[in-house]
């Protein structure tokens, strides 16, 4: 297994770069997010990598980060998720933005990705559900399961995301539900 390349950038095509390592240039697909982070051409660069073998091709992915690394590394793991769906989830959020909607169980996050469709992202949420980002939250909440269906019910009810969240922040640690429900709306209300 390939697990890191370290050499000199010499092609950027999105998704796809070519790294010249010890004369031999490796073609490596990344997500958009480590696109964004490399460094101009004829630099040095250093990526860890996840290599896929199949009968017609072998696939080498690259990463800027052991984190986005390990994700992917999950993603692939899901049925019916393969290497590039899991490169396209990636590159359209961030893995701190991932580990939110999985730990809030937010599919409508998921489907605004290409290829992601509605029970791809209901598979997504149940997969990786405690394996992903179970102590992130938005805007540095740490949500439990109550304030995660408190923030779920705002957006049910039509506010958004952001509003949402913010009326999340003047209700008290501990509530419950339906009382946490009625503080948020109070909150909104002010707003």
Do not use: W
Request: neutral net charge; proline residues 4%; aromatic residues 4%.
């Amino acid at each position: 297994m390939i697990g890191r390349l370290s050499g000199t950038l010499l092609e950027k095509n999105p998704p796809q770069l070519l790294v010249d390592c010890n004369g031999v240039g490796y073609e490596v697909d990344v997500p958009m997010s480590t696109f964004y982070n490399l460094p101009p051409l004829g630099e040095r660069v250093l990526l860890l990598t996840h290599l896929t073998v199949r009968e017609d091709a072998h696939l080498l992915f690259g990463f800027g980060t052991a984190e986005e690394r390990n994700v992917f590394r999950q993603l692939i793991k899901i049925s019916g998720v393969g290497a590039r769906t899991a490169l396209s989830i990636l590159s359209g959020m961030s893995v701190a933005d991932l580990s939110q909607a999985i730990t809030l169980q937010e599919s409508g996050r998921l489907t605004r990705i290409p290829g992601i469709g509605k029970k791809t992202a209901e598979r997504l949420l149940l997969e990786l559900k405690g394996k992903l980002g179970a102590d992130l939250g938005a805007a540095g909440i740490v949500h439990s399961d109550a304030t995660a269906d408190i923030l779920n019910a705002l957006i049910a009810l039509g506010y958004s995301e952001k509003e949402a969240t913010l009326a999340l922040k003047q209700v008290p640690a501990g509530s419950s539900v339906s009382e946490g429900i009625k503080l948020a709306l109070k909150a909104l209300s002010k707003a």
